[in-house]
Protein backbone atom coordinates (compact mmCIF):
# COMPACT_ATOMS: atom_id res chain seq x y z
CA UNK A 1 0.00 0.00 0.00
CA UNK A 2 2.96 2.19 1.09
CA UNK A 3 5.00 1.92 -2.64
CA UNK A 4 1.51 2.42 -4.04
CA UNK A 5 0.83 5.82 -2.68
CA UNK A 6 4.67 7.26 -3.52
CA UNK A 7 3.70 5.85 -7.04
CA UNK A 8 0.55 8.02 -6.73
CA UNK A 9 2.63 10.26 -4.90
CA UNK A 10 5.48 10.92 -7.73
CA UNK A 11 3.09 10.79 -10.17
CA UNK A 12 1.19 14.40 -9.11
CA UNK A 13 4.80 15.42 -8.66
CA UNK A 14 5.84 14.97 -12.26
CA UNK A 15 1.96 16.11 -13.40
CA UNK A 16 2.76 18.94 -11.25
CA UNK A 17 6.37 19.92 -12.71
CA UNK A 18 5.26 19.23 -15.95
CA UNK A 19 2.18 21.76 -15.90
CA UNK A 20 4.61 23.86 -14.54
CA UNK A 21 7.35 23.24 -17.37
CA UNK A 22 4.02 23.68 -19.66
CA UNK A 23 3.33 27.39 -18.31
CA UNK A 24 6.99 28.29 -18.76
CA UNK A 25 6.96 26.98 -22.45
CA UNK A 26 3.22 29.46 -22.85
CA UNK A 27 4.61 32.73 -21.29
CA UNK A 28 8.37 32.07 -23.56
CA UNK A 29 5.82 31.91 -26.43
CA UNK A 30 3.65 34.94 -25.47
CA UNK A 31 6.40 36.95 -24.82
CA UNK A 32 8.35 35.92 -28.33
CA UNK A 33 4.82 36.17 -29.90
CA UNK A 34 3.95 39.82 -28.41
CA UNK A 35 7.12 40.85 -28.81
CA UNK A 36 7.05 40.71 -32.83
CA UNK A 37 3.19 42.12 -32.57
CA UNK A 38 2.27 38.53 -33.53
CA UNK A 39 -1.18 36.73 -32.97
CA UNK A 40 -1.51 32.95 -32.56
CA UNK A 41 -5.08 32.17 -33.33
CA UNK A 42 -7.11 28.80 -34.20
CA UNK A 43 -10.36 28.27 -36.17
CA UNK A 44 -12.33 25.28 -35.55
CA UNK A 45 -14.02 25.29 -39.32
CA UNK A 46 -17.43 23.00 -38.36
CA UNK A 47 -18.26 24.81 -35.24
CA UNK A 48 -17.07 28.58 -36.50
CA UNK A 49 -15.49 28.80 -33.12
CA UNK A 50 -11.97 30.87 -33.37
CA UNK A 51 -9.28 31.23 -30.23
CA UNK A 52 -6.44 33.48 -29.81
CA UNK A 53 -3.76 32.37 -27.37
CA UNK A 54 -1.31 35.22 -26.80
CA UNK A 55 -4.22 37.69 -25.95
CA UNK A 56 -7.66 38.93 -25.38
CA UNK A 57 -10.29 38.49 -28.17
CA UNK A 58 -10.82 42.02 -30.26
CA UNK A 59 -7.89 43.42 -27.96
CA UNK A 60 -6.49 44.79 -31.67
CA UNK A 61 -9.39 46.36 -32.17
CA UNK A 62 -10.05 48.27 -28.96
CA UNK A 63 -12.65 45.49 -27.27
CA UNK A 64 -12.92 44.73 -23.67
CA UNK A 65 -12.59 40.70 -22.94
CA UNK A 66 -15.88 38.95 -23.42
CA UNK A 67 -17.08 42.39 -25.64
CA UNK A 68 -17.16 40.48 -28.85
CA UNK A 69 -17.67 36.58 -29.31
CA UNK A 70 -15.20 34.62 -30.54
CA UNK A 71 -16.38 33.45 -33.73
CA UNK A 72 -15.83 33.37 -37.76
CA UNK A 73 -18.79 35.67 -38.31
CA UNK A 74 -17.37 38.39 -36.41
CA UNK A 75 -13.95 38.18 -38.03
CA UNK A 76 -16.28 38.58 -40.91
CA UNK A 77 -18.38 41.09 -39.51
CA UNK A 78 -15.10 43.23 -38.69
CA UNK A 79 -14.03 43.05 -42.37
CA UNK A 80 -13.44 46.36 -43.97
CA UNK A 81 -15.94 46.24 -46.86
CA UNK A 82 -13.90 46.84 -49.57
CA UNK A 83 -11.87 44.39 -48.25
CA UNK A 84 -14.19 41.57 -47.37
CA UNK A 85 -14.71 39.89 -50.67
CA UNK A 86 -10.56 39.64 -51.05
CA UNK A 87 -9.59 38.12 -47.31
CA UNK A 88 -12.55 35.74 -47.94
CA UNK A 89 -11.47 34.60 -51.30
CA UNK A 90 -7.76 34.48 -49.83
CA UNK A 91 -8.92 32.17 -46.90
CA UNK A 92 -11.57 29.98 -49.33
CA UNK A 93 -8.66 29.10 -52.12
CA UNK A 94 -6.67 27.69 -49.22
CA UNK A 95 -9.15 25.79 -47.45
CA UNK A 96 -10.18 24.04 -51.12
CA UNK A 97 -6.59 23.45 -51.82
CA UNK A 98 -6.08 26.12 -54.81
CA UNK A 99 -2.76 27.56 -52.66
CA UNK A 100 -0.72 26.02 -49.95
CA UNK A 101 -0.86 29.06 -47.37
CA UNK A 102 -3.51 31.50 -46.75
CA UNK A 103 -2.20 34.96 -46.89
CA UNK A 104 -3.97 38.01 -46.87
CA UNK A 105 -3.45 41.77 -46.40
CA UNK A 106 -6.67 43.64 -44.83
CA UNK A 107 -8.29 46.06 -43.38
CA UNK A 108 -10.46 45.52 -40.09
CA UNK A 109 -12.86 48.20 -38.45
CA UNK A 110 -11.35 49.37 -35.61
CA UNK A 111 -14.11 50.16 -32.36
CA UNK A 112 -13.82 53.80 -32.78
CA UNK A 113 -14.55 53.91 -36.39
CA UNK A 114 -10.76 53.84 -37.95
CA UNK A 115 -9.09 51.08 -39.81
CA UNK A 116 -6.72 48.70 -38.28
CA UNK A 117 -4.39 47.12 -40.95
CA UNK A 118 -3.63 43.48 -40.68
CA UNK A 119 -1.70 40.73 -42.06
CA UNK A 120 -2.83 37.62 -41.70
CA UNK A 121 -1.58 33.95 -42.59
CA UNK A 122 -2.01 29.93 -41.75
CA UNK A 123 -2.55 26.71 -43.22
CA UNK A 124 -5.20 23.95 -42.57
CA UNK A 125 -3.39 21.60 -39.87
CA UNK A 126 -5.80 19.44 -39.10
CA UNK A 127 -8.42 17.30 -41.28
CA UNK A 128 -11.12 14.93 -40.69
CA UNK A 129 -11.64 11.51 -41.31
CA UNK A 130 -13.08 12.45 -45.23
CA UNK A 131 -9.88 14.84 -45.42
CA UNK A 132 -12.21 17.94 -45.19
CA UNK A 133 -10.45 20.86 -43.25
CA UNK A 134 -11.22 20.61 -39.32
CA UNK A 135 -8.78 23.25 -38.02
CA UNK A 136 -6.93 26.33 -39.35
CA UNK A 137 -4.12 28.03 -37.27
CA UNK A 138 -1.83 30.70 -37.70
CA UNK A 139 -1.32 34.22 -37.14
CA UNK A 140 -2.12 37.64 -37.58
CA UNK A 141 -0.24 40.89 -37.09
CA UNK A 142 -1.40 44.66 -36.78
CA UNK A 143 0.98 46.86 -39.48
CA UNK A 144 -1.47 49.62 -38.83
CA UNK A 145 1.72 51.86 -38.06
CA UNK A 146 3.71 49.98 -40.47
CA UNK A 147 1.12 51.03 -43.46
CA UNK A 148 -0.08 54.71 -42.33
CA UNK A 149 3.97 55.48 -42.33
CA UNK A 150 3.68 54.11 -45.75
CA UNK A 151 1.11 56.46 -46.79
CA UNK A 152 2.17 59.12 -45.40
CA UNK A 153 5.87 58.76 -47.36
CA UNK A 154 3.47 58.58 -50.37
CA UNK A 155 2.23 61.69 -49.71
CA UNK A 156 5.23 63.24 -48.96
CA UNK A 157 6.53 62.01 -52.23
CA UNK A 158 3.62 63.44 -54.22
CA UNK A 159 2.96 66.88 -52.58
CA UNK A 160 5.04 70.02 -52.78
CA UNK A 161 6.20 70.88 -49.20
CA UNK A 162 5.30 74.88 -49.84
CA UNK A 163 1.99 75.05 -51.11
CA UNK A 164 0.47 71.21 -50.32
CA UNK A 165 -0.41 70.69 -53.79
CA UNK A 166 1.06 67.82 -55.85
CA UNK A 167 4.12 67.64 -57.61
CA UNK A 168 4.57 67.73 -61.17
CA UNK A 169 5.62 63.57 -60.92
CA UNK A 170 2.35 63.47 -59.16
CA UNK A 171 0.11 65.40 -61.68
CA UNK A 172 1.97 63.55 -64.61
CA UNK A 173 0.98 60.06 -62.72
CA UNK A 174 -2.34 61.48 -62.46
CA UNK A 175 -2.72 62.10 -66.26
CA UNK A 176 -2.86 58.41 -67.05
CA UNK A 177 -4.06 57.07 -64.41
CA UNK A 178 -7.54 59.31 -65.63
CA UNK A 179 -5.99 58.47 -69.61
CA UNK A 180 -5.59 54.44 -68.75
CA UNK A 181 -9.38 54.56 -67.27
CA UNK A 182 -10.91 56.25 -70.32
CA UNK A 183 -11.97 59.61 -68.75
CA UNK A 184 -10.11 62.07 -70.41
CA UNK A 185 -13.44 62.85 -72.56
CA UNK A 186 -13.42 66.80 -72.90
CA UNK A 187 -10.43 67.98 -70.88
CA UNK A 188 -8.60 70.46 -70.12
CA UNK A 189 -4.86 71.40 -68.47
CA UNK A 190 -4.60 74.77 -67.52
CA UNK A 191 -0.79 76.35 -66.88
CA UNK A 192 -0.71 79.29 -64.95
CA UNK A 193 2.54 81.43 -64.52
CA UNK A 194 2.69 84.15 -61.59
CA UNK A 195 3.64 87.32 -63.81
CA UNK A 196 6.52 89.47 -61.82
CA UNK A 197 7.06 87.25 -59.31
CA UNK A 198 10.97 87.64 -59.34
CA UNK A 199 10.24 91.36 -57.95
CA UNK A 200 8.26 89.99 -55.14
CA UNK A 201 11.71 88.40 -53.87
CA UNK A 202 13.68 90.54 -54.73
CA UNK A 203 11.65 94.07 -53.15
CA UNK A 204 10.41 91.85 -50.44
CA UNK A 205 12.41 88.77 -49.72
CA UNK A 206 11.96 85.09 -50.41
CA UNK A 207 9.75 84.93 -47.44
CA UNK A 208 7.16 86.92 -48.62
CA UNK A 209 7.35 84.93 -51.89
CA UNK A 210 6.65 81.57 -49.92
CA UNK A 211 3.75 83.16 -48.19
CA UNK A 212 2.38 84.51 -51.80
CA UNK A 213 2.80 81.17 -53.06
CA UNK A 214 1.27 79.32 -50.27
CA UNK A 215 -1.78 81.60 -50.07
CA UNK A 216 -2.22 81.20 -54.27
CA UNK A 217 -2.03 77.51 -53.71
CA UNK A 218 -5.22 77.67 -50.95
CA UNK A 219 -7.27 79.99 -53.45
CA UNK A 220 -6.69 77.71 -56.13
CA UNK A 221 -8.15 74.68 -54.26
CA UNK A 222 -10.83 76.92 -53.09
CA UNK A 223 -11.57 78.75 -56.56
CA UNK A 224 -11.34 74.98 -58.82
CA UNK A 225 -14.35 72.45 -59.47
CA UNK A 226 -14.60 68.93 -58.07
CA UNK A 227 -12.28 66.66 -59.55
CA UNK A 228 -9.83 69.15 -60.83
CA UNK A 229 -5.67 67.82 -59.64
CA UNK A 230 -3.95 70.74 -58.79
CA UNK A 231 -0.27 70.79 -58.86
CA UNK A 232 3.22 73.04 -58.18
CA UNK A 233 5.80 72.19 -60.79
CA UNK A 234 8.19 74.20 -59.80
CA UNK A 235 9.01 77.94 -58.69
CA UNK A 236 5.98 79.96 -59.48
CA UNK A 237 4.38 77.56 -62.04
CA UNK A 238 1.41 75.62 -61.66
CA UNK A 239 -0.72 73.17 -63.67
CA UNK A 240 -4.59 72.14 -63.29
CA UNK A 241 -5.59 68.87 -64.92
CA UNK A 242 -9.44 69.06 -65.37
CA UNK A 243 -11.16 65.86 -66.80
CA UNK A 244 -14.23 65.52 -68.81
CA UNK A 245 -15.17 69.03 -67.91
CA UNK A 246 -17.40 71.22 -69.17
CA UNK A 247 -15.18 74.16 -71.16
CA UNK A 248 -17.49 76.57 -69.85
CA UNK A 249 -15.94 75.76 -66.70
CA UNK A 250 -12.26 75.95 -67.69
CA UNK A 251 -13.28 79.21 -68.81
CA UNK A 252 -15.01 80.33 -65.29
CA UNK A 253 -11.92 78.73 -63.14
CA UNK A 254 -9.77 80.84 -65.41
CA UNK A 255 -11.62 84.26 -64.78
CA UNK A 256 -11.96 83.75 -61.25
CA UNK A 257 -8.25 83.50 -60.93
CA UNK A 258 -7.35 87.03 -62.55
CA UNK A 259 -10.81 88.66 -61.37
CA UNK A 260 -10.53 87.37 -57.70
CA UNK A 261 -7.41 85.65 -56.67
CA UNK A 262 -4.82 88.83 -58.25
CA UNK A 263 -6.53 91.08 -56.51
CA UNK A 264 -6.67 89.21 -53.08
CA UNK A 265 -2.87 88.52 -53.90
CA UNK A 266 -1.71 92.08 -54.48
CA UNK A 267 -3.97 93.33 -51.42
CA UNK A 268 -1.09 91.09 -50.00
CA UNK A 269 1.83 93.04 -51.47
CA UNK A 270 3.47 97.02 -50.95
CA UNK A 271 5.56 98.03 -54.07
CA UNK A 272 4.93 95.42 -56.18
CA UNK A 273 2.09 93.85 -57.99
CA UNK A 274 1.88 90.63 -59.87
CA UNK A 275 -0.80 88.86 -62.50
CA UNK A 276 -1.08 85.72 -63.44
CA UNK A 277 -0.73 84.00 -67.49
CA UNK A 278 -2.81 81.59 -67.80
CA UNK A 279 -2.47 78.99 -70.96
CA UNK A 280 -5.14 76.43 -71.66
CA UNK A 281 -5.12 73.55 -73.61
CA UNK A 282 -8.44 71.43 -74.39
CA UNK A 283 -8.04 68.11 -75.56
CA UNK A 284 -9.96 64.50 -75.81
CA UNK A 285 -8.62 60.85 -74.81
CA UNK A 286 -6.19 60.18 -77.36
CA UNK A 287 -2.31 58.49 -78.40
CA UNK A 288 -1.06 61.64 -77.12
CA UNK A 289 1.32 61.68 -74.06
CA UNK A 290 1.35 64.13 -70.95
CA UNK A 291 4.49 66.12 -72.62
CA UNK A 292 2.42 66.82 -75.57
CA UNK A 293 -0.51 68.53 -73.58
CA UNK A 294 1.95 70.03 -71.15
CA UNK A 295 3.58 71.27 -74.12
CA UNK A 296 0.31 72.92 -75.44
CA UNK A 297 -0.82 74.26 -72.39
CA UNK A 298 2.72 75.86 -71.77
CA UNK A 299 2.86 77.03 -75.18
CA UNK A 300 -0.76 78.79 -74.87
CA UNK A 301 0.53 80.67 -71.74
CA UNK A 302 3.69 81.59 -72.98
CA UNK A 303 1.53 83.10 -75.91
CA UNK A 304 -0.19 85.90 -73.39
CA UNK A 305 3.35 86.54 -71.64
CA UNK A 306 4.77 87.47 -74.42
CA UNK A 307 1.15 89.70 -75.20
CA UNK A 308 0.56 91.88 -72.38
CA UNK A 309 0.43 89.35 -69.35
CA UNK A 310 -2.25 88.72 -67.02
CA UNK A 311 -4.87 87.06 -69.17
CA UNK A 312 -5.66 83.69 -70.82
CA UNK A 313 -5.10 81.72 -73.86
CA UNK A 314 -6.37 78.46 -75.47
CA UNK A 315 -5.71 76.13 -77.70
CA UNK A 316 -6.74 72.79 -78.81
CA UNK A 317 -4.95 69.07 -79.31
Not at 167 to 176: G, L, V
Request: net charge negative; with cysteine.
Amino acid sequence: MQAHSNIIAELKKENAELKQLNFRLQEKLNAALDSNGLCLWEHHIPTGKLTIFNMDWGKMLGYQPNELNATFDTWKNNLHPDDYQQALQAFDDHLSGNCDLYEAVYRMTHKDGSDSYVYDRGRVVEFDKNGAPLRVMGTHIDITKEKRFEQQLAIMASTDRLTGLLNREAIEQRFYDIKYANTLLGSAMIFIDIDNFKAVNDTLGHQMGDKLLSFIGKRFVEVAFERVHIGRIGGDEFVALCPDIDPTKVTQFCDELLQTVVPECNQMLTGVMIGMSIGVCLFNQGDYCFEDVYQQSDLAMYHIKKNGKNGVKTLYL
